[in-house]
């Protein structure tokens, strides 16, 4: 239990320090590194509480995939950190007021001042035992009985923006010679090759 | 005595310690040999395929060559280009590495000889190896030299795409188990080989197989160092030991996605037939033999097959390998749905 502790406020202090430094490192492959170091604390935290499954997603997906395309956009960029200071004051007000909003939100939703507890408990109700089976099978369970119909919505809002960002971005541009890899596969062994007798000293002509 | 020494390294936490450092340490050393001579067997492969005889001078057949090229390394000067990244360039090689050697804590090597045996096993795979990405994009930033950066670029394109058919091809697999956890992949191919997962989903072996080559950047699918073009890609800056990290982590890369390749399609520790005497050969061998048929056919390609133009990589990636797999994924469920052989964990 000890060691726990110990683990816990480790990985919750990495989560928090590097989570500062993401604002404020003027480098901006440096904040993608330590947005990257917060995403691995925060699955460590996730793997404490015993939500291995979450851990394992919270890593492929945003470790593994998005901060991939983070690093990949700001690396290409060339960003004038300077500029992109000027304006921190300015900013200051609105996104102190955007954080109050979203933490009140958690702890109203966690059930401070007696608010959220009716709301958690229905949540927990929806939640098979976890005791007894492993956390892919309960979150499966979950997802595929009581909120089948709103996941596959979920699902198709995810297509329908995909579809929409390629829709945007696909240009056809006239006069590109285009590989047609199946033609090309396709082409018998008649029209690709000659064999040529080739007399000594003679060559080919 | 016995019985107190027992008591000792299972219940206090020194003696766990212990004992988990020793296993880490029993595969660690092991896997670092089988990487020095996997660089020899790669060249001897490559030799006879192009009639030459390969490494023949240090030793006994060459056979001190891997230490000799380590000893060299090792003793040559360390060179930090002057507008290099020094951190992030000294960094880089060690993420390579080590995220080659975390990957081996959840293989099963036998029955119950496993590291850790977690509930998450394929997932933990899935995540490890594709943190792979990050030492060579750091590498190639941090390098400050076009060569590197554009070769670190091409990488981590390709590593991306390749992952998504390879998480497709995991999800069939654990379709077909039911379980997470690699020791209940092993033990639901048990049988005669046939029954192997690599005959009812050849496809995916075979894209598996591919996706594993673009994935430790082999040939045909060398673009990010491709000599040619890019001197050595994003490892042209590197010199020394931090060139063998990069060195020692590409391959125990390859060996670790043979192991991948042995545990979800060969039937991990399982020997072919399930009658003596073949089964009074450890599990352990099996699993090397295995590991070891994949790896030959790693160097058997990069002595054969010639190197893919990039937006031809990035068709097959997206436009070959992507349907075909999300596809065969719909077939394998409905199979098992329809046919009534949906695995009883479910």
Redesign the interface.
Known sequence: MLLQAIAFYVFAFVVMASAAMVVVSRNPVYSVLFLILAFFNAAALMLLIGAEFIAMILIIVYVGAVAVLFLFVVMMLDINVTRLREGFLKYLPVGALIGIVLFCEIMLGLGVFGSGTATLGELGKAAPQVVAITNTRAIGQVLYTQYFYLFQVAGLVLLVAMIGAIVLTLRRRPGVRRQRISEQLYRPKEQAITVVKVPTGGGVS | MWADLYHFFTTY?LGQAIVILAECLLVTVPLLVAVAYMTYVDRKVWASIQLRRGPNVVGPFGLWQPFADGLKLLLKETIVPSSANQV?FLIAPMITFMTALIAWAVIPFGDGLVISD???GI??L??IS??G??GI??AG?ASNSKYA?LGA?RS??QM?SY?VSIGFVLITVLLCVGS?NLTQVVIAQSGWFWNWFWLPLLPMFVIFFISALAETNRTPFDLPMSEAELVQGFQTEYSSMPFALFFLGEYANMILLSAMGSVLFLGGWMSPIPYPPFTWIPGLIWFCLKIALLLFVFSWTKGTLPRYRY??LM?LGWKVFLPVSLGWVVITAAVLQLGGWVPKSF
């Open positions: 936490w992030l977690i509930n998450v997932l933990y899935f995540a594709s943190l990405v990050y994009i750091v930033w950066f670029l981590a394109a991306v992952e997470l937006d031809q068709r």
